[in-house]
């Protein structure tokens, strides 16, 4: 499996090609394969539709439990998920990874961020990212809103 390390979206349907989300998904978007709503109802409908035959992971049976798309591995079908959880403030929430392809859900037990440093940093307890330390070997890390990669920062 070969893992690109930018965050982007590209729609699986027939769309025309067009520039990868560079910046992740973020709210409103330009575009519908940027735009963290419009990812958000297109993942709710292909899971539940998955969860009609596959069991739920553990963290999601809860009545009003969702998961919120941020990341999405290209050309693999797996995504990167918030687990929301009813009452429980966005601070709190974890990294869930799906394969897409398989059976296997991966939950990391901190947020974003921290995820996100963890596997540029090597330290991720990973079965999926692990690698990308080694292989990239990264001295510098840096972090940029999607507004200012996308060049719509001031606008």
């Known amino acids: 499996m070969t893992f690109k390390p930018r965050l982007s979206f590209r729609s699986s349907a027939s769309a025309p090609e067009r520039e990868p989300c560079r910046g992740g998904v973020v709210p409103d978007a330009a575009h519908d394969d940027c735009d963290l709503h419009a990812r958000t109802a297109e993942r709710d409908e292909i899971l539940a539709d998955l969860w009609e035959f596959e069991e739920k992971p553990a963290g999601l049976r809860e009545a009003g439990a969702k998961v919120l798309p941020w990341a999405f591995e290209e050309g693999t079908g797996a995504f ?8 429980q403030h966005p601070d709190e929430w974890t ?4 394969e897409g392809r398989g059976l296997l859900w991966e939950q990391h ?12 940093t090597g330290t991720a307890e990973t079965a999926y990212f692990g690698y990308l330390h080694d292989v990239l070997k990264p001295r510098v890390h840096r972090f940029a809103t999607a507004d200012a990669i996308s060049g719509t920062a001031g606008q």
């Open 109 to 120: 037990d901190m947020g974003c961020l921290a995820f996100l440093l963890a596997v540029l």
């Open 95 to 98: 990294v869930l990874y799906d």
């Open 80 to 87: 990167l998920y918030w687990p929301a959880r009813p009452g």
